[in-house]
């Protein structure tokens, strides 16, 4: 089995940066695809990007430009650095990793809040 642990969540200024983390364990030689979520209360969970085996990005129209998805060899950490934050960035981000032949797997999300 894949665990997915989510770090880096924070309170942080309109404008400013935050990289978020995502550690993965267990058996991440089955892993292929790895995805970025965010909710906000009041809605529904929503895709952000996500990053390939052979390192192929994909973003959501909202995010492009100012976010960008990495991962280190083996899926050891996967990163999502935000950038030009808004009010609106502010939900709870969440991992999923998806695996072969098993189900999806998510992180329990780490919380950012943009804020003066």
């Known amino acids: 089995q894949v665990q997915l642990v989510e770090s880096g969540g924070d309170l942080v200024q309109p404008g400013g940066s935050l990289t978020l983390s995502c550690a993965a364990s267990?058996?991440?030689?089955?892993?292929?695809?790895m995805n970025w979520y965010r909710q906000s209360p009041g809605h529904a969970r929503e895709f952000l990007a996500s990053?390939?085996?052979?390192?192929?990005?994909n973003y959501v129209d909202s995010v492009k430009g100012r976010f960008t998805v990495s991962r280190e060899d083996a899926w050891k950490t996967t990163y999502l650095q935000m950038n030009d934050l808004k009010a609106d960035d502010t939900a709870v981000y969440y991992c999923?990793?998806?695996?072969?032949?098993?189900?999806?797997?998510w992180g329990q999300g780490t919380k950012v809040t943009v804020s003066p």
């Open positions: 999923k990793a998806q695996v072969v032949a098993a189900t999806d797997v």
């Open positions: 267990g058996n991440v030689a089955d892993i292929y695809l």
């Open positions: 990053i390939s085996d052979s390192n192929s990005a």
